[in-house]
């Protein structure tokens, strides 16, 4: 059984920084990409970033460019995203998944159908 646990989400004032973490009870992690979503209260799950299976890769919401970078350490099978700069409509429960493609390395992540597995989430409140 695959999991994935997200860590690190806080409340922060705009402007502030945070990084979250996914760590994969996986032993393949290494061969999947992953993403980054969100979903703030009455919407829809939306991607926010994506890392290729080997980290060559990166796509980003045009929302964040610029101010989150995803990346993964296949040795510790823990994915990052380190958010900067952050604003008020940033406030989320933040998700990661994992897509389930082996070796995947193309340029899409906004397929929630995509993803076979994702953790419970947490919370990022950022005050103005």
């Known amino acids: 059984q695959v999991q994935l646990v997200e860590s690190g989400g806080g409340l922060v004032q705009a402007g502030g920084s945070l990084r979250l973490s996914c760590a994969a009870s996986?032993?393949?992690?290494?061969?999947?990409?992953m993403g980054w979503f969100r979903q703030a209260p009455g919407k829809e799950r939306d991607i926010v970033a994506g890392i290729s299976w080997n980290g060559g890769n990166t796509y980003y919401a045009d929302s964040v460019k610029g101010r989150f970078t995803i990346s993964r350490d296949n040795a510790k099978s823990t994915v990052y995203l380190q958010m900067i700069n952050l604003e008020p409509e940033d406030t989320a429960v933040y998700y990661c998944?994992?897509?389930?493609?082996?070796?995947?390395?193309?340029?899409?992540?906004?397929?929630?159908?995509?993803?076979?597995?994702w953790g419970q989430g947490t919370q990022v409140t950022v005050s103005s």
């Open positions: 998944g994992r897509k389930r493609t082996l070796y995947y390395s193309g340029g899409r992540y906004d397929n929630l159908d995509d993803y076979d597995y």
């Open positions: 996986i032993r393949t992690f290494r061969t999947y990409a």
